[in-house]
């Protein structure tokens, strides 16, 4: 074991290179902090290598794939003997993809002149850390402040051990050959995304769910569309199940699960477990040096990020609230800030959350419900996509917009979308609930035509009472 004589002196520390770490590191050096990042396998974190990015880059190729083949006849266009070569597909993910961001990350993060440790960071105490690197090397590092995003992992359940034809989300997005059968255990947003890409590269999907509805953290009328398409391409879905044991046939694998005390099997080529994310706080030292953590061992944290430890802070999975790594580069721009002495504090008024199933789902701000139970008097006005022209040119016109807003003085507070790029179409409400914004402020800015943008102003005059199109 080599042990570096001399601890190099950091400004600020970062542990863990994803959406949260990178963001917070490069937004400390912009600020003139002498910075390094600690990652001990992935640039970019699991979101670019295997999350978010190859996940969306799969359900492309099988949207490709599913028009090839005769999704798009509609259009009157028609294509004969369709094939997949899904080799190709992976190579394209992940070089074409995931490798160009990925290598982008590590030029932005030189190019601000964050220093890129590689290996395992284990804090010694409130001021040094240890990272043991390869060949059994470690080097020892003093610090004024750190930063904490490590992420989280996927949820190992009981009977479901991964390995073999028990994969989790990283396994489902790195098979060799697109599955024949393939079940999913738990329908939130990874496993109802994921179930779709590979049912419309040609797999028999089968999704189980614990709870009584699919996406359980979106609304039922937007989530009853989802289902629509679902069933469209083949999708079998089966809600209050609870999965009981994997058992490995060989060549196959046999999934047990009991819908309301009736045991019921299903065999496929896989099962993909995708049922929430745990936290990655162990084996870093945090207890030691007394950073104190929540019952579900989640980093508890002030609104700028800080921990018990002052110069401490956490960001990302690890923290209170979604997992989601819009979430986390956000907290990690508030906590290079904080340490930096700005007036910067987490406020979550607006936190996107997307589903990009088909069609997508994205909901922002409070739901008619979440903001009658903060004691806000609202009402909720649906727009249907079938009334928007650009929609019904690319035969999208399934879902529609719902704005929240205000009785007396139709401010904006809240807004849900279901449909074709509802990713891309909320972010002005996002935008408008932030400003504080009214419907009326939407209503009278003009949306090009035509464009989808367009019933986003249609949901406005909805609100004010004067619909045109609907």
Known sequence: MVVGAFAIELDTVVIGAGPGGYVAAI?????????????????????????????????????????????????????????????????????????????????????????????????????????????????????????????????QIPGFKFGGRVVDSTGALNFKEVPKRLVVIGGGVIGSELGMAYANLGSEVTILEGSPQLLPTFEKDMVKVVEKEMKNIGIETVVNAMAKEAVDNGDSVTVKYEVKGEAKEVTADYVL????????????????????????????????????????????????????????????????????????????????????????IASYGLTEKEAKEKGLEVK??????????????????????????????????????????????????????EAGMNAEDIALTIHGHPTLSEAVMDAAEGVLGMPIHM
């Not at 979101?47 to 990015?53: K, Q, R, S």
């Not at 220093?115 to 409130?126: L, W």
């Not at 990655?280 to 989640?298: M, S």
């Not at 790594?325 to 996107?352: Q, R, T, W």
């Open 27 to 155: 937004r400390a050096a912009q600020l003139g902090q002498k910075v390094a990042i600690v990652e001990r396998e992935y640039i970019g974190g699991v979101c670019l290598n295997v999350g978010c990015i190859p996940s969306k880059a799969l359900i492309q190729a099988g949207h490709a794939y599913h028009n090839a083949k005769g999704g798009d006849a509609v259009f009157g266009v028609t294509s004969n003997d369709v094939k997949l070569d899904f080799t190709k597909t992976q190579e394209w993910k992940d070089n074409t993809v995931v490798n160009t961001l990925t290598s982008g990350v590590e030029m932005l993060l030189k190019k601000n002149k964050v220093e890129i440790i590689r290996g395992e960071a284990y804090f010694n105490n409130e001021r040094e850390f240890t990272v043991m690197g390869e060949g059994d090397t470690h080097q020892l590092y003093s610090f004024n402040n750190a930063i904490l995003a490590t992420g989280s992992s996927p949820i």
């Open 273 to 360: 477990v995708s049922v929430g994310r745990r936290a990655n706080t162990a084996d870093l030292g945090l207890e030691a040096i007394g950073i104190e953590l929540t019952e579900r061992g989640l980093v508890k944290v002030d609104n700028q990020g800080r921990t018990s430890v002052k110069n401490f802070f956490a960001i990302g999975d690890i923290t209170p609230g979604a997992a989601l790594a819009h979430k986390a580069s956000y907290e990690g721009k508030i906590a290079a800030e904080a340490i930096s002495g700005k007036p910067a504090a987490i406020d979550y008024k607006v936190m996107p959350a997307v589903a990009y199933t088909t069609p997508e």
């Open 380 to 433: 909720a006005t649906k727009f249907p996509l079938a009334g928007n022209g650009r929609a019904l040119s690319l035969n999208a016109g399934e879902g529609f917009i719902r704005l929240v807003a205000t009785k007396d003085d139709h401010v904006i507070v809240g807004a849900q979308m279901v449909g074709i790029s509802a990713s891309d179409v909320m972010a002005e409400l996002g935008l408008a609930i």
